[in-house]
């Protein structure tokens, strides 16, 4: 006869015992200190395996311990499971198909230098930003009244664009955490474009292929000025019928660009393909991960990350960070695993232009970051704890370790949406305050 019991346990483990499947809760260090996004997750990767061996010693995990003491056999020790949530568990399976295999990141071809300081090129980001999104409605607006696309009008502006993100990427990825729902579609198809121009530029590609993939990116949802209004902008859930009309747009984007005079194939396929899914459950063909080009991977994953942060007439944005744990959480099953981590590193825990509220319960807005020390950027508070305005704002960094009127160092407790506590980012940037000098005082 056996005697069960159970408990819930932490368990300090040597980094060299590590496995897949495992639940680390906790470190041997700050989780600020190290370059993981999420603080506790479960280890699904060897390359995340490999990062707890370069940057830690040994790591706490959590699982529930089953020990089975046997009666009557003192000559046979008690004997222990670790598993994760309860129920014994087998080693991760791997996916065996050949069907679909886990993608190797495209060969990096250059390493990136910013030429210039994010403060620097904000100013002819933010006309570069505004002309584009004025591009982008022009030419949707245009389609839907039956005019050819303008290809070279686009490839214009995406050039203006890519020529920003080159010089330096954080000014214009701060632009792009500007929402405006009466916007969203134009400035939606410019945010995919600027995302993927960085993402591009983060993997390494050569600077024609990013231009090719803003490019992509700024007309991949060209197939929606064919779904009727009732439809594109319904303030609720559609319904099955609704969503098969929406789902159309991949069909009616090719269509669209396939008819266009020198139009790139490229655009054809991600404008057909960027809602597929690595394990085949996307449309409009549910292929499979080795038959999605990378462009399209590449832009179905940037048009996911945006569409869920920014304002849509039936719904609210979230936060950056919910968004990349939403990515965290599918990668491998929607997205590309490689794809999905590089995506989640090139946009770190607080890019700039993240409203976030300490730890004191004071807000601000993040204006500059730290390459290496991700969760501690430059912060320009605009917010006492009560929520009230902080006359006059005042810029900290978080590297520095600087200490609150209660003598508590500041930490950052959570990103919010813009428009949080009458927050909003816009105001900020028209009025010259997003700088990482020391601010005017308040307008």
């Not at 930003?129 to 005019?147: C, I, Q, V």
């Not at 292929?209 to 209004?229: F, M, Q, S, W």
């Not at 942060?309 to 990349?324: E, F, P, V």
């Not at 390459?371 to 810029?395: I, M, Q, T, W």
Request: with cysteine; aromatic share 6%; hydrophobic share 35%.
């Amino acid at each position: 006869m056996a005697l069960r019991h159970q408990e819930v346990v932490e368990t300090r483990i040597d980094v060299a015992d590590l496995e897949i499947g495992m639940h680390v809760v906790r470190l041997d260090r700050p989780w600020e200190d190290t370059d993981f996004l999420l603080q506790g997750f479960v280890i699904q990767h060897k390359s995340e395996l490999q990062a707890l061996q370069a940057q830690c010693q040994f790591v706490f995990i959590e699982g529930r311990i089953e020990q089975t003491v046997r009666e009557a056999r003192p000559e046979q020790p008690a004997r222990k499971r670790f598993s994760l949530f309860g129920k014994r568990k087998k080693s991760p399976a791997q996916p065996v198909s050949t069907n679909s295999p886990r993608s190797k990141l495209p060969r990096k071809r250059v390493n990136y230098i910013n030429k210039v300081s994010m403060t620097e090129e904000l100013e002819p980001a933010v006309m570069r930003f505004e002309e584009a999104r004025d591009t982008a409605k022009s030419l949707m607006a245009g389609l839907r009244l039956g005019r050819t696309l303008d290809l070279n009008n686009a490839r214009k502006v995406v050039n203006s664009c890519v020529d920003s993100v080159l010089r330096n990427e954080n000014a214009l990825l701060l632009l792009t955490k500007i929402k405006n729902q009466d916007e969203y579609t134009a400035e939606h198809c410019i945010n995919v474009s600027i995302l993927s121009a960085a993402f591009g530029k983060h993997l390494g590609l050569l600077e024609g292929e990013i231009r090719n993939l803003a490019l992509c990116g700024l007309l991949h949802d060209v197939g929606k000025t064919r779904i009727p209004d009732r439809v594109l902008n319904k303030p609720g859930a559609l319904t099955p019928d609704e969503f098969s009309i929406m789902r159309e747009h991949t069909s009616h984007g090719r269509t669209i660009l396939m008819g266009t005079s020198n139009a790139l194939a490229m655009a054809v396929d991600v404008a057909f393909s960027h809602h597929e899914r690595v394990d085949g459950s996307g449309y409009p063909r549910g292929l499979q991960s080795h038959q999605i080009p990378l462009f399209a991977k590449m832009v179905g994953l940037v048009d996911t990350y945006d569409a869920i942060t920014s304002n849509r007439i039936y719904d609210k944005g979230r936060a950056s960070m919910q968004a990349l744990e939403i990515i965290h959480t599918h990668r491998g099953t929607q997205f590309d695993s490689e794809l999905a981590e590089a995506f989640i590193q090139m946009i770190g825990v607080y890019p700039p232009g993240s409203i976030v509220e300490m730890h004191n319960g004071e807000v601000g807005i993040v204006v500059e970051t730290h390459p290496g020390h991700k969760l501690k950027p430059k912060v320009l508070l605009v917010r006492e704890a009560d929520k009230s305005l902080l006359e006059p704002y005042r810029l900290i960094d978080l590297m520095t370790s600087p200490d609150d009127h209660a003598g508590n160092t500041y930490r950052i407790k959570k990103e919010v949406p813009d428009g949080s506590f009458d927050i909003v980012l816009q105001d900020f940037v028209d009025q010259g305050l997003i700088t990482s000098k020391p601010p005017p005082p308040n307008p």
